[in-house]
C-alpha cells in the first residue's frame, strides 16, 4: 500500500472560459473533460492535463461564479508548479509570458531546482521549476531530509538582486510553445501551508507513508520552516512542501476564487484506497466513504491544519466516456446526473473552445 505520487490539484475559478483561454491558450494544457461540479451541477468542473489527463498532471477547476476572492494562509495552498526540463524552457517562459503582458517574477535558484512565478487571472499563484539539479545536490541519496539545510547566502543574496533577475531573459520573441517549452510533464509540486511543521510531517510520513526529502528555510522568509516530502529522491510530480507559518499571526486560508479546494495523491485501485480508509480512521482522521467521481474513486481527509486531502485511484481515466481523440469537447454528465442534463446544460454557459480543439 502506497501512494504513488500527486493525482490532481482542484482550484477555484470565478469563470469558466477565462479559464480555458489561460490554461490552454496560454499554458498549452489540454483540456481532456468539461462536466459539472458533482456536489454542485449548476456549474463546470474542468480538468486539464496531458493528453489523456494522466495522474499528476491533471489541474481541475470549480467554478463558482460570484464568489469572493480566496486568500492563502494556514490550512490552504500557497501555489502549485508545473515542471521543464532546464533553464532553457525556463527562460522561454518567462519570455513567453512577458510578451502577452503577464507578470513574471524570477527565475530564482532555489538550490534543488530553478523557477518562475506569476498568477492565473484569479490570482492563483503558479511556479514553473525545472526538474534538476535535485535534492542530492547537499545531501547523499540515502540521508536526505534528516538534516536542516541551511540556504547558502551567496544565493540568498543573488535572489535578492532584482536588477540582475530582470535582466535575465530569452532574446527572442516566442509566439508557439516549442517542444522545451511544453508543461504537460505535469506537476512538479504543490506547496501548502502549516501551522505546526511537525505535526504536519507525523501526517504525511507517519500516516501517509511520504518520504521526508529535505528539511531547509522558506528562501523568501528566512527562519520560516520549507520542509519536502515525497517519492525517491524527490521525484518531480511525486511532491508535496509545507511553509510553516506562526498560528497566531498568520491568518487562516480563505476559500475562494483563486484558492485551491483539495489536492490528491495517487493510489493504485479501490482495493488500496479501502486499506487507506482503515488507516487513516485508525489514526484518528475524519475520511469519508468512497466516492465514485466517474474518472477515479475518491476518499476525502484533512491534514491537521484542515486542508482537505484526497486519495484518488489511478483509473479508469478520462476515455472511460469519451475517445481520446475528442475529449473535453462537449459535456459530459455521470450516469446519474444524465436524466437531467435538459436542465443542467442550458444553465451553463457554452465554452468557446481552443481553434486546435474544434472538431
Do not use: C
Request: proline share 6%.
Amino acid at each position: 500500500m502506497q501512494i504513488l505520487g500527486l493525482h490532481h490539484i482542484t482550484i477555484v475559478a470565478a469563470n469558466a472560459q477565462r479559464t480555458l483561454d489561460f490554461y490552454s491558450g496560454v499554458l498549452g494544457l489540454r483540456l481532456v473533460k468539461q462536466t459539472v461540479n458533482f456536489d454542485a451541477p449548476n456549474t463546470y468542473h474542468l480538468y486539464f492535463g496531458d493528453h489523456v489527463g494522466s495522474p499528476g498532471t491533471a489541474i481541475t477547476f470549480f467554478e463558482w461564479p460570484g464568489a469572493p476572492k480566496g486568500r492563502p494562509g494556514v490550512g490552504g495552498t500557497h501555489h502549485l508548479a508545473l515542471q521543464v526540463a532546464d533553464e532553457t524552457g525556463l527562460l522561454k517562459w518567462k519570455r513567453r509570458l512577458i510578451d502577452l503582458d503577464i507578470a513574471v517574477q524570477g527565475p530564482f535558484d532555489r538550490r534543488y531546482f530553478q523557477s518562475l512565478y506569476f498568477s492565473d487571472p484569479d490570482g492563483m499563484i503558479l511556479e514553473i521549476a525545472t526538474r534538476g539539479p535535485g535534492f542530492t545536490v547537499d545531501e547523499a541519496s540515502e540521508a536526505l531530509g534528516t538534516t536542516f539545510q541551511t540556504p547558502p547566502e551567496v544565493m540568498m543574496r543573488a535572489n535578492r538582486d532584482e536588477a540582475a533577475i530582470d535582466a535575465v531573459v530569452w532574446p527572442e520573441a516566442l509566439p508557439t510553445i516549442t517542444p522545451d517549452m511544453v508543461l504537460t510533464q505535469g506537476m512538479h509540486h504543490i506547496s501548502a501551508i502549516s501551522s505546526n511543521i511537525e505535526r504536519t510531517h507525523a501526517f504525511l510520513s507517519g500516516v501517509l507513508g511520504l518520504r521526508r526529502v529535505k528539511m531547509t528555510d522558506n528562501f523568501d522568509a528566512k527562519g520560516s520552516a520549507h520542509w519536502y516530502w515525497g517519492l525517491d529522491d524527490g521525484r518531480p510530480g511525486t511532491l508535496i512542501t509545507y511553509f510553516e507559518h506562526n498560528a497566531r499571526r498568520a491568518p487562516a486560508v480563505e476559500i475562494g476564487t483563486g484558492q485551491t479546494h483539495h489536492f490528491a495523491f495517487a493510489v493504485k485501485d479501490e482495493q488500496e484506497q479501502a486499506e487507506w480508509r482503515k488507516r487513516l480512521n485508525g489514526a484518528g482522521y475524519r475520511v469519508s466513504q468512497i466516492l465514485d467521481r466517474t474518472y477515479f474513486r475518491s476518499i476525502y481527509t484533512n491534514d491537521p491544519d484542515g486542508h482537505i486531502v484526497e486519495l484518488a485511484t489511478v483509473g479508469p481515466g478520462f476515455t472511460v466516456d469519451e475517445d481520446e481523440a475528442v475529449l473535453g469537447q462537449t459535456l459530459k454528465l455521470p450516469p446519474w446526473l444524465e436524466q437531467h442534463r435538459s436542465v443542467i446544460q442550458p444553465a451553463l454557459t457554452p465554452l468557446v473552445l481552443p481553434e486546435g480543439m474544434r472538431s
